[in-house]
Nanobody
Framework: QVQLVESGGGLVPPGESLRLSCAASGLAFSSGYTTYWYRQAPGKEREWVAHIRRAGGDGYYTDSVKGRFTISRDDTRNMIHLQMNNLKPEDTAVYYC??????????WGQGTQVTVSS
């Protein structure tokens, strides 16, 4: 049974940082999974934030987070991370991780809340 579990969310004032983590079980990222972070703000659709195809590979980001967020991946621990710096109120959302492999399926975590407010 595949499970993705996010952690690291919380309430922080603008300008601060958070590091989100996603731990996977029941699959091996190293077998060819692309891994993603998405977010969903209240009243809005879920949006793609970043993705990375392999450990040590390049990260790809939506424009609004470029230069502030960094995605990384540790295949030895089956984990992905999202380092979020200089957080803004508009970053407030539930953040989800996703793992995707062709012909294997798509898996989502349950989400972790990030609130940026003074």
């Amino acid at each position: 049974q595949v499970q993705l579990v996010e952690s690291g969310g919380g309430l922080v004032p603008p300008g601060e940082s958070l590091r989100l983590s996603c731990a996977a079980s029941g699959l091996a990222f190293s077998s060819g999974y692309t891994t993603y972070w998405y977010r969903q703000a209240p009243g809005k659709e879920r949006e793609w934030v970043a993705h990375i195809r392999r450990a040590g590979g390049d990260g790809y980001y939506t424009d609004s987070v470029k230069g502030r967020f960094t995605i990384s991946r540790d295949d030895t621990r089956n984990m992905i991370h999202l380092q979020m710096n200089n957080l803004k109120p508009e970053d407030t959302a539930v953040y989800y991780c996703r793992a995707d492999k062709l012909r294997e399926g798509t898996y989502w975590g349950q989400g972790t809340q990030v609130t940026v407010s003074s």
